[in-house]
């Protein structure tokens, strides 16, 4: 398969493709949509299953390599275009849409999806069909938000893992999100940021955590507070969803 250079990491990542593949492998069936095709990867595993496949690429240099790679399969039609622009003229059985990333903030996938849900039939399914959103109280000392790069040390985490949002990309969702979460200090020490982890449902019974080129969890710094075990701390939390990491804002006040 030819494949552009920064797609590489994508499909290095064997846990991440492995998900995939079960997924679709389990839930094509015939009209499906391919949002955000890429270089066709998961088209050219839905095909062989499908009636049809509608794969959907904007980025015109990744499209190029979308359709030398599509072009054996007949039931398969490349549209360069917008998902959020298009018409479809029947409804998907099934629609892929991987424009996943942690906490749906800085990929388009909530977007895309509430423009295109519409043309789902009502016993379709979505893969993947949600996510789970948690965090996690830490201290930090980068300024800005960062993606993880190897394990954050465990003297650094002050709560454990707390599930703050559950989504189901099947129903609308709401694009501006404004949270206020209670969290239960468990370890002596200097609260400085957040970790925001997503978990991603391929399907309701295939859960998928974080892999290399899926999720890495997101680092957030905050406003700083020096706590004792057994105390708790609101987080305040807001962003957009596909808005990007510039909407983002984070704060954290104790719980008197």
Not at 123 to 152: R, T
Not at 220 to 235: A, G, R, W, Y
Request: charged letters at 25%.
């Amino acid at each position: 398969m030819k494949i552009p250079y920064y797609h590489q990491n994508l499909l290095s990542d064997t846990q991440r493709l492995t998900a995939f593949y079960e997924a679709i492998k389990e839930k094509s069936r015939g009209i499906i949509y391919d949002l955000g095709t890429g270089s066709g990867v998961f088209s050219s595993w839905a095909a062989p299953l499908a009636s049809f496949v509608y794969a959907v690429e904007k980025d015109h240099r990744t499209a190029k390599f979308a359709q030398k790679n599509l072009k054996s399969f007949e039931n398969v039609f490349l549209q360069i275009n917008d998902a959020k622009n298009i018409n479809f003229n029947e409804k998907a059985d099934l629609i892929i849409c991987e424009m996943v990333d942690t906490a749906l903030i800085d990929e388009e996938q909530v977007p895309v999806l509430n423009a295109v849900r519409k043309y789902l039939k009502n016993s379709g399914d979505i893969i993947p069909c949600g996510v789970f959103n948690g965090l996690e109280a830490v201290h930090l000392k980068n300024s800005h938000p960062i993606y993880q790069e190897g394990n954050i040390s465990p003297k650094e985490l002050r709560s454990k893992l707390f599930i703050y949002d559950k989504i189901d990309f099947k129903k609308y969702i709401k694009e501006k999100v404004e949270y206020k979460i209670n969290v239960p200090i468990n370890k002596d020490g200097i609260v400085s940021g957040i970790r925001i982890t997503t978990f991603t449902l391929l399907t309701p019974q295939l859960i998928c955590g974080t892999t290399p080129m899926l999720n890495p969890p997101l680092l957030i710094p905050t406003n700083q507070l020096n706590m004792k075990k057994d105390e708790n701390i609101f987080v305040n939390l807001k962003y957009t969803m596909g808005g990007g990491l510039n909407t983002l804002k984070a704060s954290v006040e104790r719980i008197s």
